[in-house]
């Protein structure tokens, strides 16, 4: 497939419904429209121009993911009884779980740059600052649950479970974030 940034909308949407797997590249475009939203919505260059990085840094991770997949999708063609299968099935989760958890933590500092900014959004852009929050924490959340569903698989439990945790700590912080921004944005309504 043609990268992600020069397909059209409906060339890309129709590739997720096609046969490869691309759920971690549509949690990745959340996260593109969550920080070009956000740029919209903040006020300061400073963060409008962070907010920026990051939409560009997740329209390449929506390309990077289809190829993070790559190893995994080798290793599961491979009757379970080939040793080469066991042997790297591990590290091919592994490599399949860095582009979800750079999703995760990029949108979650898209959603605490935009909510750092939120008293000071121009009105215009108040729903846009919603949408953002609300396309971070999806991206975040989907992204969290494609890491715990490769993490579920692995023979290394103790890499798998620290990757669990990683997730938990992650919502644990962020999503209180998301809600105090998004209730902020409501009182200014």
Same mark, same amino acid.
């Given at each position: @497939? !043609?990268?992600? +940034? &020069?397909?059209? *909308?409906? =060339? ?7 046969? /490869? ?6 949690? #990745? ?7 070009? *939203?956000?740029?919209?919505?903040? %006020?300061?260059? %400073? ?9 560009? $840094? @997740?329209?390449?991770?929506?390309? /990077? &993911? ?8 080798? $290793?599961?063609?491979?009757? =379970? !009884? ?15 779980? $860095?582009?979800?958890?750079?999703? @995760? $933590?990029? #949108? ?18 108040? +729903? &846009? #600052?919603?949408?953002? *929050? =609300? ?15 490769? +993490? ?15 997730? /938990? ?5 962020? /999503?209180?974030?998301? &809600?105090? #921004? *998004?209730?902020?944005?409501? =009182?200014?309504?």
């Amino acid at each position: @497939m !043609d990268k992600s +940034a &020069d397909v059209t *909308l409906a =060339e890309f949407t129709k590739s997720l419904a096609g046969e /490869e797997p691309r759920g971690g590249a549509a949690a #990745a475009l959340a996260g593109t429209l969550a920080a070009a *939203l956000a740029a919209r919505a903040v %006020a300061g260059e %400073a963060a409008a121009a962070k907010l920026e990085r990051i939409r560009a $840094y @997740m329209l390449h991770l929506m390309d /990077e &993911d289809a190829k993070a997949l790559k190893p995994l999708e080798k $290793y599961l063609a491979l009757p =379970e !009884d080939d040793p080469g299968r066991g042997a790297h099935l591990d590290a091919a989760l592994r490599v399949a779980c $860095y582009i979800p958890t750079e999703v @995760m $933590y990029t #949108a979650a500092d898209a959603a605490e740059t935009l909510a750092s900014g939120v008293e000071s959004c121009p009105k215009g852009a108040l +729903a &846009d #600052a919603v949408v953002a *929050l =609300e396309l971070c924490r999806a991206a975040m959340r989907a992204s969290r649950l494609g890491i715990v569903a490769h +993490a579920a698989h692995m023979a290394d439990e103790v890499f798998g479970m620290t990757l669990r945790r990683e997730c /938990e700590l992650v919502s644990e912080k962020y /999503e209180p974030i998301i &809600d105090a #921004a *998004l209730a902020a944005i409501e =009182e200014r309504f």
